[in-house]
């Protein structure tokens, strides 16, 4: 029962990596990442679809992105989309293709990237803690009611405890990395 305790554990602690990862993909660095578009979604026949659905996304240099639609008609929904998501872009519209210009950061906004990928990192931090919070109440209901031995909780607990740790040095070590990724000039 207890292997079953850390597994779970260890399993939401993945999730917290995962969901941590993906957050820290869709803030943008100086280059152009078609990731920054994943959580825009635009209104396709009444269905709020992810614009990488409904359109091919190419990135031509370091600065600019291309959005393709296969359906011309959704042009004025995307670009519509792009403006109201706070991207901090603004796209120009041929007419067939909407053009993403992305300028080179400054130094208060890579300040501002920075804080926001620190809050994303506390999340994680917290979604890490509640993973080994549950953990250990999972334990102290098994010491309960099945009757698990005081020394075997007290070193599952312990287990639990390293499981966290590495989580959170994992956390920190990814967030220090796109620090250093949103920082470079």
């Known amino acids: 029962m ?16 995962d969901s941590l990862e993906t957050a820290f993909a ?29 359109a091919g996304i190419k990135s031509p240099d ?7 639609p296969w359906d011309k008609g959704v042009l004025h929904s995307i670009e519509h989309a792009i403006l109201e998501s706070n991207l901090g872009v603004t796209p ?3 007419g067939s293709v909407i053009r993403l210009p992305f300028p080179s950061l400054t130094e208060e906004r890579r300040r501002e990237l920075v804080k ?28 309960k009611d099945e009757g ?7 070193r599952a607990q312990g287990e639990v405890q390293k499981l966290t740790d590495s ?9 220090k990395k796109k620090e250093a990724e949103v920082m470079e000039i």
Not at 8 to 14: F, H, I, Q
Not at 27 to 53: C, F, H, S, W
Not at 132 to 138: M, P, S, V
Request: charged content about 30%; hydrophobic content about 45%; some cysteine.
């Open 2 to 17: 207890v292997d079953d305790i850390m597994l779970e554990a260890e399993e939401r602690m993945n999730g917290a990596i």
């Open 26 to 54: 869709s803030v943008r660095t100086g280059r152009a990442n078609a990731m920054v578009l994943d959580k825009i979604k635009v209104e396709y026949y009444g269905v709020m679809t992810p614009i990488n659905q409904i």
């Open 62 to 68: 370091a600065h600019m992105l291309v959005i393709e």
């Open 92 to 94: 120009n519209n041929d």
């Open 116 to 143: 926001q990928c620190k809050g994303y990192a506390e999340e994680a931090r917290v979604a890490v803690r509640r993973a080994r919070q549950e953990a250990n109440a999972a334990i102290d209901k098994e010491k």
């Open 148 to 154: 698990l031995p005081e020394d075997d909780a007290k």
């Open 167 to 175: 989580y959170i040095a994992k956390v920190d070590a990814a967030f």
